[in-house]
C-alpha cells in the first residue's frame, strides 16, 4: 500500500514549456486534490476532483489544468509555465472530503 | 475573506515540555478542524482532528481542543521529543460547495531543543 504518489519529484522547466505532474492513490478514494505550497504561505487549493470524470476549480486554478480519467490519478498539467509557477505542488486525497491524505510533493522551478 | 491563521510562527521548546500550538479561525460555519505535521522536504501528515459538535479529542500524545465560542484551535503535544520538531498546520472545512475542501493556516515551526 503506496498511498499517494507523485511523479517527477523535481522538475525544472523553461518559461513557456509544458509539463504534466502525475499524482496516483492506491487507497480507492474518491477525493483527490492539488495544493501548491509557497515560502511563507499555506497550501493553496489549485483543483479538486469529487470522483472520476470530474474536476472543479480551486482557489488558484489560473494556469493549471486537470484531468480524472481513472479514479486511481489525478492529473496537473501547466500548458505554458511562467516564473510564477515555481512552487512545491502537493496531491492530496480523501475518502470522505474530510481527512486528506498527501503525497510527498512536486518541486518545481520555472527558470 | 474567511480565513486560518496561526497567532506564533516558531515556537521553541525544550525537550520533555509539553507544547500547545494555537490558531485563529473565522468561519463560524465551519464544522470539521483538522492539524497536520509537516518535516522538511515531506509532504503534510495527519495528526488529529475534531468537528464542530466537540471541544476536545486526544490521541497518542496530542490533544485537540476547540473552542468555538471564541474560534480558537489548539494543539497540545505532550513530552515533546525532538522528532516533533516541523511545522504545524491547521486547517478547517468551511462547508462551502457540495464537496468538502480545506483551507489551511500558514503554519507554526516547532523548534525542540535538548
Known amino acids: 500500500n503506496a498511498g499517494v504518489t507523485q511523479t517527477p519529484k523535481f522538475r525544472v522547466l523553461k518559461t513557456g514549456q509544458s509539463m504534466t505532474l502525475l499524482c496516483a492513490q492506491d487507497?480507492?478514494?474518491?477525493?483527490m486534490y492539488w495544493y501548491r505550497q509557497d515560502p511563507g504561505m499555506g497550501l493553496r487549493l489549485i483543483h479538486y476532483s469529487v470522483g472520476e470524470g470530474t474536476t472543479a476549480k480551486g482557489e488558484v486554478p489560473d494556469g493549471y489544468n486537470v484531468s480524472r480519467l481513472k479514479k486511481q490519478n489525478f492529473l496537473l498539467g501547466l500548458e505554458s509555465a511562467a516564473p510564477s509557477q515555481t512552487s512545491v505542488y502537493f496531491c492530496a486525497s480523501s475518502y470522505s472530503g474530510y481527512e486528506q491524505y498527501f503525497g510527498p510533493g512536486t518541486r518545481l522551478t520555472v527558470t | 475573506g474567511e480565513s486560518v491563521g496561526l497567532h506564533l510562527p516558531t515556537l521553541s521548546v525544550q525537550e520533555g515540555d509539553n507544547s500547545i500550538i494555537n490558531c485563529a479561525y473565522s468561519n463560524s460555519a465551519s464544522d470539521y478542524f483538522i492539524w497536520y505535521k509537516q518535516e522538511s522536504g515531506k509532504g503534510p501528515q495527519f495528526i488529529i482532528d475534531i468537528r464542530s459538535n466537540m471541544d476536545k479529542r486526544q490521541g497518542q500524545r496530542v490533544t485537540v481542543l476547540l473552542n468555538k465560542t471564541v474560534k480558537h484551535l489548539s494543539l497540545q503535544i505532550a513530552a515533546t521529543q525532538p522528532g516533533d520538531s516541523a511545522v504545524y498546520f491547521c486547517a478547517e472545512n468551511p462547508r462551502t460547495g457540495t464537496a468538502s475542501k480545506l483551507t489551511f493556516g500558514t503554519g507554526t515551526r516547532l523548534q525542540v531543543t535538548l
Open positions: 487507497m480507492n478514494h474518491e477525493y
